[in-house]
C-alpha cells in the first residue's frame, strides 16, 4: 500500500491510498476520509500511473459536486427589521438595546423582540439574535411541522411515528433513527418551499421502514411521490442557499432623514430602528421567553 498525497475539498482533507490487488477491475471507494484507489496486479508501470490518476479525478470530482448540494454550514443571518414567512406564518425580528448581562427573546402576535445584552460586539450581536430567533422559531413551528409529518404519514404509509426534531444541522437535510424513533429535519427546510420541504419529510418517513437506500426504500418513496426526483432536484441546486439572508444595506443616517418623502420604502428600517430604541417595556406579560 502506498500513501499519496492528501487532497482538500472544501477545506477538508482525504487520505488517499493506492493498493494493489487480484481484481478484474480499478476501483476507487471513500471510507472514513480515506480514498482508496485499487489497481489489478496486471496493469502495471505508466498505464497503472493513469489509471490511477483518472480514478482520482473522477473520485475528487463527484465529492466537490457532492459539497456543492450541502446546506452551507455557517450560520443563518437573521437582523433587526426582518420579516419572515415560514409555512405560512409570518416571524418579524425586533432587536432592542437592553442594560441586562443576558439577551432575551420574547415572542407575541408574531414578532420575536430580542433584548440584547449590554456591551456586545457585532459579531455577538449577530450570534445572539441568530440564536434566539432560531429557537423560538423552532419552539413555534414544530407542532405545525409535527402535523405536517403525520398528515404525510396518514395519507402514505400509516407508520408508527415517533418524534419530529427541527435541528441546525450542516450536513444533512434529513435523518432518522430507529433506535430512538426520531426524525431529525433540518432547520434551513423552513425555508423552502413546502413541496420541497414534504420531500424530506417522506424520505424520512420511508426510512421508518427500511434504513437503507435499497430498491424497496425508493420504490416506497417515489410510489408516495412519484414527482420525488424533481422535488429534489430544486433542492440540490438551491438548498445551499436556502435560509441565507442577505441584510440590506443601511441608508446613512443624514441621506435617510431628508429622503423621508421620496423613499418610504428604505425609510421602513429606519424607521423601525427609532421605534425599537424607543420601545417601553410594556410587552412583558405574555408570550415565550428564551435567554441566552
Ligand atoms: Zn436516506
Excluded at 10 to 26: D, L, P
Excluded at 36 to 63: C, D, H, N, W
Excluded at 108 to 119: N, P, V
Excluded at 261 to 266: D, K, L, N, S, V
Aim: aromatic letters at 8%; proline letters at 4%.
Amino acid at each position: 500500500m502506498a500513501i499519496e498525497e492528501p487532497v482538500f475539498i472544501s477545506g477538508k482533507e482525504y487520505r488517499i491510498e493506492r493498493i494493489r490487488g487480484f481484481s478484474a477491475y480499478a476501483t476507487a471507494k471513500l471510507h472514513d476520509g480515506t480514498i482508496t484507489i485499487k489497481i489489478p496486479i496486471y496493469i502495471s508501470g505508466e498505464r497503472a500511473a493513469k489509471v490511477f490518476q483518472s480514478l482520482k479525478r473522477r473520485m475528487v470530482r463527484s465529492l466537490e459536486r457532492a459539497k456543492e448540494y450541502e446546506p452551507k454550514p455557517e450560520y443563518l443571518n437573521f437582523y433587526d427589521g426582518q420579516v419572515l414567512q415560514i409555512m405560512g406564518r409570518v416571524f418579524a425580528i425586533k432587536t432592542v438595546e437592553s442594560a441586562n448581562q443576558n439577551s432575551q427573546a420574547r415572542f407575541k402576535d408574531g414578532t420575536i423582540t430580542i433584548r440584547l445584552a449590554s456591551g456586545l460586539a457585532v459579531k455577538e450581536r449577530e450570534r445572539h439574535t441568530y440564536v434566539l430567533s432560531s429557537r423560538t422559531i423552532v419552539k413555534n413551528i414544530l407542532p405545525d411541522v409535527t402535523a405536517r409529518a403525520n398528515q404525510l404519514n396518514e395519507s402514505h404509509f400509516h407508520f408508527g411515528l415517533g418524534r419530529i426534531r427541527l435541528k441546525e444541522q450542516s450536513s444533512r437535510w434529513g435523518s432518522y433513527s430507529k433506535r430512538t424513533n426520531i426524525i431529525n429535519l433540518n432547520f434551513r427546510l423552513l425555508f423552502a418551499p413546502p413541496e420541497v420541504f414534504d420531500s424530506v419529510i417522506i424520505h424520512e418517513l420511508a426510512h421508518i421502514k427500511h434504513q437503507n437506500h435499497s430498491k424497496r426504500f425508493w420504490k416506497l418513496v417515489l410510489g408516495a411521490m412519484p414527482d420525488y426526483k424533481e422535488r429534489r432536484k430544486w433542492l440540490r441546486k438551491n438548498g445551499n442557499l436556502l435560509g441565507v439572508f442577505q441584510k440590506p444595506d443601511p441608508v446613512p443616517q443624514n441621506e435617510a432623514l431628508s429622503a423621508t418623502a421620496i423613499q418610504e420604502g428604505e425609510q421602513m428600517l429606519q424607521v423601525a430602528d427609532i421605534v425599537n430604541a424607543q420601545e417601553p417595556k410594556q410587552q412583558n406579560q405574555g408570550g415565550a421567553r428564551q435567554g441566552i
